[in-house]
């Protein structure tokens, strides 16, 4: 005998049901999204004024934002900017430093300290905008802090009272250094052609180690009076292994420094590469070296071009014992390389020459082709 089956029909909800139970569906998934948390390592934010800037950076310290875009505008300081967040972005909205400029309360000395923007975490990154007018730095990289991996590119630095960018740092074998800066297609000047006293500097930078410092332009970095100027970029007290290569160097007392003093852990290693040092200001009293290193071991200072026409006697300096195992070669210049206060070199295949011969051979065939990199005062 056959067994029966019985036929099962699967009956649909009416039209109008199923359409509300989506839209029941619906609701609770916008809901769920609304308040759910959100994953603040992606937010950016655009401001448009100084007090919209300032409550950006209390929310990036605080982990709420990641990049801060600032739209084209002047953005008075009244406070420095502190970066305490590991990650934090600034970046000109436009990508054209001249539309967005953080202004401090004026190049000139205060009883208190001023720095714009004050560096002191790690994976910070600064890029298109102007900063000028501060009573120290413009900007201050904390190496006592371990600040490392920070990046400032395509920006123009004016016109402080002391070094316009500042990586300070402790002194002592065991304390904390920075790692892998770069400083990239930067500007850094004086804009009245000189600076406001001696203790002024392009670039100086205690305990970093790997670091990049490429293609940048320093004008005027030059002292009106009882002292020369410190570099328009000096690396020192305990820094190791940088690379300084595509730099124009304009009117300046030094050009490159690595190390200080005859004293050890100062600088050692890295690489001093196809930078352009140019001197032709007579107004600037205290006109000195274009690259030195001094108890700086290690280290290759190569394809350099430096043109000077006041009467300081060297081009390129190596001091001090602790200056060893360097090798100076193929750069050209019109003035002496030598050695002083028992540093060694070896000297390979250098052009040295009289200022007259000098002064054909670096219009003709190396000073033209970066008359047009610095022409403009801006980058744009």
């Known amino acids: 005998m056959k067994a029966r089956h ?29 308040t759910s948390p959100i994953n603040s ?22 982990g709420e934002v ?12 009244p406070q420095r900017l502190r970066l305490q967040r590991n990650g934090i972005a600034l970046f000109g909205q436009t990508g054209r430093p001249s539309d967005v400029v953080l202004i401090g ?16 975490a790690s994976g910070i990154t600064i890029s298109g905008i102007t900063l000028k007018e501060s009573s120290n730095h413009l900007i201050q990289v904390r190496a ?35 790692l892998k800066g770069l400083i990239q297609n930067c500007v850094f000047e004086y804009t009245d052609s000189i600076g406001p006293n001696f203790y002024i500097g392009g670039i100086d930078a205690h305990r970093v180690h790997g670091w990049r410092i490429l293609n940048n332009t ?48 100062t600088h050692a290693g890295g690489l001093i590469m196809n930078n352009v040092i140019v001197h032709t200001n007579k107004n600037h009293k205290f006109s000195d070296v274009g690259i030195s290193l001094e108890s700086t071991p290690l280290t290759q200072i190569t394809r350099n071009v430096i043109y000077f026409t006041h009467s300081y006697p060297n081009a390129i300096e190596y001091r001090f014992p602790p200056t060893s195992d360097t090798l100076i070669d193929k750069n050209v210049t019109n003035r002496r390389i030598a050695s002083r206060d028992g540093g060694s070199a070896v000297l390979y295949n250098n052009h040295q020459s009289g200022s007259l011969l000098g002064a054909s051979l670096f219009l003709n065939h190396h000073l033209l082709k970066y008359l047009q990199k610095f022409a403009d005062d801006s980058l744009d």
């Open 6 to 34: 019985k036929t099962i029909i699967t009956m649909w909800p009416p039209l109008n049901v199923l359409l509300s139970r989506s839209a029941h569906f619906l609701t609770c998934l916008v809901c769920l999204l609304l």
């Open 41 to 62: 390592s992606a937010l950016t934010i655009t401001v448009y004024d100084t007090n919209s800037l300032l409550n950006a950076i209390k929310s990036a310290n605080r």
């Open 66 to 77: 990641d990049t801060i875009y600032l739209a084209a505008g002047i953005y008075p300081l």
């Open 105 to 120: 309360s004026g190049m000139r000395k205060k009883p208190t300290p001023e720095i714009l923007i004050d560096v002191a």
């Open 144 to 178: 006592e802090l371990g600040a490392s991996d920070f990046s400032l590119t395509n920006s123009v630095l004016q016109d402080s009272y002391e070094q316009l960018l500042k990586v300070s740092g402790e002194r002592g074998e065991t304390a904390a250094v920075s």
């Open 218 to 265: 320093f004008r005027n970095i030059a002292s009106p009076s009882v002292n020369v100027a410190q570099y328009a970029i000096h690396l020192w007290n305990n820094s190791v292994e940088n690379i300084v290569s595509g730099n124009t160097i304009i009117d300046s007392d030094r050009g490159i420094g690595f190390g200080m003093g005859d004293q050890p852990n």
